[in-house]
């Protein structure tokens, strides 16, 4: 019988340990700036709100998302630390080290959960590409270096100068998710009293589209497409309206070497005046 009593302090002393672990594996707690996606057998089942929370050992399992505002930094191996590469529209090389500050929806966590498993990479590479987008809109330039003497013609007859439009407003833009480009939707409305659009009143405004996309090919090269539409009304009469349409294409093709773009110039456009009488 005193044989037995070393083995059964080790049996009891094993069976001790283990529920101490089963207990503490039964609740787990949320934090006010977290939300947990609970999830039974890698299936979702609910989004623990902030609190104290109970869960069945080795059935249920807990994934944690911040829902404060968060930092996403270039990393600092890219590019031996230079950051992002890219070109603006008059082929200057650019690097660049950026910042980028985010907040998940507390109502999105378990979609995230289910569709985003690599959600930093993501949200670089979305950036990266947004990054690339816009600089590719600079131009370093100025109009007397342009490789043309003066503004072109469609560019000075329709919108007055090498600017666009002229005119004060508001500019709300969209990111499209899909798996296939960088895609931005922007719809903005101008007051409608600039070079191409006359304003007679108040609600004479003036209403522009614009639809981008952006995708990285391949390392050395990058698509750039576009449509955009403007509406509004033309110093002809005040019930004449004016529509114009664009489209534009470009592909920047790097290597080591060369840099070649083949670029279509957002010139084609059509105006179309209606009557309202």
Same mark, same amino acid.
């Given at each position: 019988?005193?044989?037995?009593?070393?083995?059964?302090?080790?049996?009891?002393?094993?069976?001790?340990?283990?529920?101490?672990?089963?207990?503490?594996?039964?609740?787990?707690?949320?934090?006010?700036?977290?939300?947990?996606?609970?999830?039974?057998?890698?299936?979702?089942?609910?989004?623990?709100?902030?609190?104290?929370?109970?869960?069945?050992?080795?059935?249920?399992?807990? =994934?944690?998302?911040?829902? #404060?505002?968060?930092? @996403?930094?270039?990393?600092?191996? /890219?590019? %031996?630390?230079? *950051?992002?590469?890219?070109?603006?529209?008059?082929?200057?090389?650019?690097?660049?080290?950026?910042?980028?500050?985010?907040?998940?929806?507390?109502?999105?966590?378990?979609?995230?959960?289910?569709?985003?498993?690599?959600?930093?990479?993501?949200?670089?590479?979305?950036?990266?590409?947004?990054?690339?987008?816009?600089?590719?809109?600079?131009?370093?330039?100025?109009? =007397?270096?342009?490789?043309? #003497?003066?503004?072109? @013609?469609?560019?000075?007859?329709? /919108?007055? %100068?090498?600017? *666009?439009?002229?005119?004060?407003?508001?500019?709300?833009?969209?990111?499209?998710?899909?798996?296939?480009?960088?895609?931005?939707?922007?719809?903005?409305?101008?007051?409608?009293?600039?070079?191409?659009?006359?304003?007679?009143?108040?609600?004479?405004?003036?209403?522009?589209?614009?639809?981008?996309?952006?995708?990285?090919?391949?390392?050395?090269?990058?698509?750039?497409?576009?449509?955009?539409?403007?509406?509004?009304?033309?110093?002809?009469?005040?019930? /004449?309206?004016?529509?114009?349409?664009?489209?534009?294409?470009?592909?920047?093709?790097?290597?080591?070497?060369?840099?070649?773009?083949?670029?279509?110039?957002?010139?084609?456009?059509?105006?179309?005046?209606?009557?309202?009488?």
């Amino acid at each position: 019988m005193e044989s037995n009593t070393p083995l059964k302090l080790i049996v009891a002393g094993i069976v001790g340990v283990c529920t101490i672990i089963l207990f503490f594996s039964t609740y787990y707690t949320v934090g006010q700036y977290e939300r947990g996606v609970l999830t039974r057998f890698g299936k979702v089942v609910d989004v623990s709100e902030p609190g104290l929370h109970f869960k069945v050992p080795f059935v249920n399992s807990v =994934h944690m998302y911040r829902t #404060d505002i968060l930092s @996403l930094s270039t990393p600092k191996e /890219l590019n %031996g630390g230079t *950051g992002v590469s890219t070109y603006t529209v008059d082929n200057q090389e650019v690097h660049v080290v950026f910042t980028v500050q985010y907040r998940l929806h507390a109502d999105k966590v378990a979609f995230i959960y289910e569709n985003v498993q690599d959600l930093q990479a993501r949200l670089f590479q979305i950036a990266e590409d947004r990054l690339k987008a816009e600089f590719g809109k600079v131009n370093t330039m100025h109009s =007397h270096t342009m490789p043309w #003497d003066d503004t072109p @013609l469609p560019m000075h007859n329709l /919108l007055g %100068g090498d600017e *666009g439009l002229n005119d004060s407003g508001v500019s709300v833009s969209k990111l499209i998710m899909n798996p296939f480009m960088f895609l931005e939707a922007t719809g903005e409305i101008y007051n409608g009293d600039d070079d191409l659009f006359t304003s007679y009143k108040r609600s004479d405004l003036a209403y522009v589209g614009r639809l981008r996309g952006y995708r990285d090919v391949s390392e050395s090269m990058n698509l750039d497409l576009g449509t955009s539409f403007a509406y509004g009304h033309n110093d002809n009469e005040e019930r /004449l309206t004016t529509r114009v349409f664009g489209i534009v294409g470009r592909a920047v093709i790097l290597s080591t070497v060369t840099l070649v773009i083949l670029a279509v110039p957002p010139l084609v456009r059509r105006s179309m005046r209606l009557s309202f009488r």
